[in-house]
């Protein structure tokens, strides 16, 4: 049985390296509450094109039960304006995005689907603040948005990569190091059969 102190552990390790590689600090919560107006205004157009961009495509639709998009839409909404309005760099927020993390692996939304949806975020806010701002002060919101939102993505990424690798290794009984082998077998045997036709 995995210890969960080392769980902890495993997570503040991800979380430390997403935080030093995005450079994101408290400087750009304190950023996006400088666009918390601006951003009540567009939070409703970005929440339904986020949707009806996870709807038109069939892998992603398939992700949602029967009536859930207005429960879906409330989420969103109150997410995004909760990072440009109240959110900081503290234990309460990573705590909490951790708890929408596992939210998302436990209904299957794999990493390619979050960093996809992510870049189609951004893409809107971009142009929301670069009209709102301008190019410098509006680029300085925007980085600052992209710094927490792929955080909230790889943070759920690097969970679903460890929550994987960890089941494996409780059904089967291997340790990190012989699951760490038998991916990287796979992973020859898979390029192999993919790209050496
Ligand atoms: C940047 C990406 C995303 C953000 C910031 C985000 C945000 C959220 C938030 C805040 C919740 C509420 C979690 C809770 O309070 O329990 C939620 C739930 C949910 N999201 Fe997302 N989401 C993202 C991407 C996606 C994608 C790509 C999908 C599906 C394709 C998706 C499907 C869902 C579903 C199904 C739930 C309900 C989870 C449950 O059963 O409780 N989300 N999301």
């Given at each position: 049985m995995t210890d969960a102190s080392e769980v902890k552990q495993k997570f503040e390790e991800g979380l430390n390296t997403i935080r030093a590689l995005t450079g994101l600090t408290q400087a750009d919560f304190d950023t996006l509450k400088e666009a918390a107006p601006q951003a009540a205004e567009w939070?409703?157009?970005?929440?339904?094109?986020?949707?009806?961009?996870?709807?038109?495509?069939?892998?992603?639709?398939?992700?949602?039960?029967e009536g859930e998009r207005a429960e879906r839409e409330k989420t969103l909404?109150?997410?995004?304006?909760?990072?440009?309005?109240?959110?900081?760099?503290?234990?309460?927020?990573?705590?909490?995005?951790?708890?929408?993390?596992f939210a998302h692996i436990r209904r299957h939304v794999t990493n390619e689907i979050m960093v996809g949806i992510a870049v189609k975020t951004l893409e809107f806010v971009h142009g929301k603040v670069i009209e709102?701002?301008?190019?410098?002060?509006?680029?300085?919101?925007?980085?600052?948005?992209?710094?927490?939102?792929?955080?909230?993505?790889?943070?759920?990424?690097?969970?679903?990569?460890?929550?994987?690798?960890?089941?494996?290794?409780?059904?089967?009984?291997?340790?990190?190091?012989?699951?760490?082998m038998l991916i990287q077998q796979s992973v020859n045997t898979i390029q192999d059969m993919l790209l050496d036709e």
């Open positions: 939070v409703d157009e970005l929440v339904k094109l986020f949707y009806d961009t996870l709807f038109a495509h069939p892998r992603t639709a398939a992700i949602f039960r909404r109150n997410w995004v304006l909760h990072i440009f309005t109240e959110a900081n760099d503290n234990d309460e927020f990573w705590k909490e995005q951790a708890r929408i993390a709102a701002f301008g190019p410098e002060k509006g680029s300085q919101v925007a980085i600052s948005f992209a710094r927490v939102l792929f955080s909230v993505v790889g943070l759920t990424a690097h969970g679903y990569d460890a929550m994987s690798t960890l089941a494996f290794m409780e059904s089967t009984g291997a340790d990190a190091d012989l699951t760490d």
